[in-house]
Nanobody, 119 residues
Framework: QVHVAESGGGLVQAGGSLRLSCAASGSILLINAMGWYRQAPGYQRVLVAQ???????NYADSVKGRFTIARDNAKNTVYLQMNSLKPEDTAVYYCNVEAYTNYAKGNYWGQGTQVTVSS
């Protein structure tokens, strides 16, 4: 089994910054992509940023230039640095990990962390 745990959410004023962390643990042989998604009330969950095992990154247009994703392979951890936050960034942020275990390849989700940006 793979356990994914996020941390770092909270309340911040517009223009401020937050850093999210996500650590994967368990019977992991290899991690491919790691990513952050977000879901605002009444909306579907959407991709915010993703980083591959080789370090290539992909960002939603709405966060380009403001958010940075990075990973520490030794710690099975992915980070999301969020700068110049806007009220429309308010959402629950979920971490997703694509990992191989002894049994199969799977996609694993964390429980989510709330980010609230006040105007």
């Amino acid at each position: 089994q793979v356990h994914v745990a996020e941390s770092g959410g909270g309340l911040v004023q517009a223009g401020g910054s937050l850093r999210l962390s996500c650590a994967a643990s368990g019977s992991i042989l290899l991690i491919n992509a790691m990513g952050w998604y977000r879901q605002a009330p009444g909306y579907q969950r959407v991709l915010v940023a993703q980083i591959t095992g080789g370090g290539s990154t992909n960002y939603a247009d709405s966060v380009k230039g403001r958010f940075t994703i990075a990973r520490d392979n030794a710690k099975n951890t992915v980070y999301l640095q969020m700068n110049s936050l806007k009220p429309e960034d308010t959402a629950v942020y979920y971490c997703n990990v694509e990992a191989y275990t002894n049994y199969a390849k799977g996609n694993y989700w964390g429980q989510g962390t709330q980010v609230t940006v006040s105007s």
